[in-house]
T-cell receptor, first 114, second 113 residues
Framework: GENVEQHPSTLSVQEGDSAVIKCTYS??????FPWYKQELGKRPQLIID?????GEKKDQRIAVTLNKTAKHFSLHITETQPEDSAVYFC?????????????FGKGTHLIIQP | DAGVIQSPRHEVTEMGQEVTLRCKPI?????LFWYRQTMMRGLELLIY????????DSGMPEDRFSAKMPNASFSTLKIQPSEPRDSAVYFC???????????FGPGTRLLVL
């Protein structure tokens, strides 16, 4: 089955700086890579996703990049703000069939320092 | 749309008791997923259904756990008997035609004493 590794486990950045979270996956068949944000005591919420037919996707201050050859993908948050503080999870999935569901990384606790 | 609905939101029970968690997926979604979240193990997929049929239950920890989906708008996750190590937040999620964009419910916070 798929295995997703996520780094770092904790990331502290100054407000206004950029934050980068990295994930690697093991199954070359995986073709869908979402990122979820989970605030304390709340549910995970999808913030951005990317499919294997593109290398980069942006949505305002958030971007995700994918390197299929190296089997890694990254989340980039620019101009960080206090409300970006949360736990971020990456995940991987082969959506074309088969029984496997989403496999999540262990999460990154992002702390935005004022 | 009300989103994914879970009940109860909090459950405190004693070891050995039966616990039943409930989920109502978003109307029209074909997939329903049950996850467990703990500090130690992160977010784990327990089981998921497609059109009410269980597809992958390899994440169910042991025979004490069972899940059903009798119809497209309702699913249960049952733990019998419960143990302290089952204490966690249990999330239900649903998605449309593909298994991709999953919408999570608010979760059930379970504490087994």
């Amino acid at each position: 089955g798929e295995n997703v590794e996520q780094h770092p486990s904790t990331l502290s950045v100054q407000e206004g700086d950029s934050a980068v979270i990295k994930c690697t996956y093991s199954d070359s068949a995986s073709n869908y890579f979402p990122w979820y944000k989970q605030e304390l005591g709340k549910r995970p919420q999808l913030i951005i996703d990317i499919r294997s037919n593109v290398g980069e996707k942006k949505d305002q201050r958030i971007a995700v990049t994918l390197n299929k050859t190296a089997k890694h993908f990254s989340l980039h948050i620019t101009e960080t703000q206090p409300e970006d503080s949360a736990v971020y999870f990456c995940a991987a999935l082969y959506s074309g069939g088969g029984a496997d569901g989403l496999t999540f990384g262990k999460g990154t606790h992002l702390i935005i320092q004022p | 749309d009300a989103g994914v609905i879970q009940s109860p939101r909090h459950e405190v029970t004693e070891m050995g008791q039966e616990v039943t968690l409930r989920c109502k997926p978003i109307s029209g979604h074909d997939y329903l997923f049950w996850y467990r979240q703990t500090m130690m193990r992160g977010l784990e997929l327990l089981i998921y259904f497609n059109n009410n049929v269980p597809i992958d239950d390899s994440g169910m920890p042991e025979d004490r756990f069972s899940a059903k989906m009798p119809n497209a708008s309702f699913s249960t996750l049952k733990i019998q008997p419960s143990e302290p190590r089952d204490s966690a937040v249990y999330f239900c999620a649903s998605s449309g035609l593909a298994k991709e964009t999953q919408y999570f419910g608010p979760g059930t916070r379970l504490l087994v004493l």
